[in-house]
């Protein structure tokens, strides 16, 4: 079976980087052609597309954080992270990781598979 798991630190301080990976198994990273996805959900609001990673390694993000985010692999260990930098307040939210074969949905139907999230805060 599929399954994703975010993983990294549940409080972040203003000003530094967030930092969460997604470890997949039941998939591989460089034989399934997906769109390796990462979501997130400020409280109180809907979802919100961050940016994603292709099979082939090609990236791209949402235009209103693409300036403070970074995503990446480590296909040995068949995972992605996400880095967000300069983070907020406003940051705060649950994260997740997803993969389908859509590039930049914020629908969740559209997604295959999903991370069961996990809440990062971003607080003094």
């Known amino acids: 079976q599929v399954q994703l798991q975010e993983s990294g630190p549940d409080l972040v301080k203003p000003s530094q980087t967030l930092s969460l990976t997604c470890t997949v198994s039941?998939?591989?990273?460089?034989?399934?052609?997906?769109?390796w996805t990462w979501i997130r959900q400020p409280p109180g609001k809907g979802l919100e597309w961050m940016g994603a990673?292709?099979?082939?390694?090609?990236?791209w993000y949402n235009p209103s954080l693409k300036s403070r985010t970074s995503i990446s692999r480590d296909t040995s260990k068949n995972q992605f992270s996400l880095q967000l930098s300069s983070v907020t307040p406003e940051d705060t939210a649950v994260y997740y990781c997803?993969?389908?074969?859509?590039?930049?949905?914020?629908?969740?139907?559209?997604?295959?598979?999903w991370g069961p999230g996990t809440q990062v805060t971003v607080s003094s």
């Open positions: 997803a993969i389908g074969d859509r590039l930049d949905s914020t629908n969740r139907g559209e997604y295959d598979y």
């Open positions: 039941g998939v591989s990273m460089t034989s399934s052609y997906y769109y």
């Open positions: 990673m292709n099979t082939d390694g090609s990236i």
